[in-house]
Nanobody
Framework: QVQLVESGGGLAQPGGSLRLSCAAS????????MGWYRQAPGKQRELVAF???????NYVDSVKGRFTISRDNAKNTVYLQMNSLKPEDTAVYYC?????WGQGTQVTVSS
């Protein structure tokens, strides 16, 4: 069993930045691929980025060059640094590990 708790969401202006954190508990997740997903109103949940245990990263095209996923295995935590935010980034962001999901954190990009 893994519990995932996201934090760091909020309101940002277009062009601004936010940093999301996902703290895992219940077991060590350093050997797991960790991912960030998002779901905007009326849309399907989509994969935003993932990072493997070996540090390989992949991103959806719409966030490449703006978002960076990273992990700190000593803290059992994964991060999503979001720069140059756009209104279309507005969504609930979810952390994912194995078959487990966090509760989500709202990100709103608006002037």
């Amino acid at each position: 069993q893994v519990q995932l708790v996201e934090s760091g969401g909020g309101l940002a202006q277009p062009g601004g930045s936010l940093r999301l954190s996902c703290a895992a508990s219940g077991r060590i997740v350093s050997m797991d691929t960790m991912g960030w997903y998002r779901q905007a109103p009326g849309k399907q949940r989509e994969l935003v980025a993932f990072i493997t245990s070996g540090g390989m990263r992949n991103y959806v095209d719409s966030v490449k060059g703006r978002f960076t996923i990273s992990r700190d295995n000593a803290k059992n935590t994964v991060y999503l640094q979001m720069n140059s935010l756009k209104p279309e980034d507005t969504a609930v962001y979810y952390c994912h590990c194995s078959n487990f999901w966090g509760q989500g954190t709202q990100v709103t990009v608006s002037s």
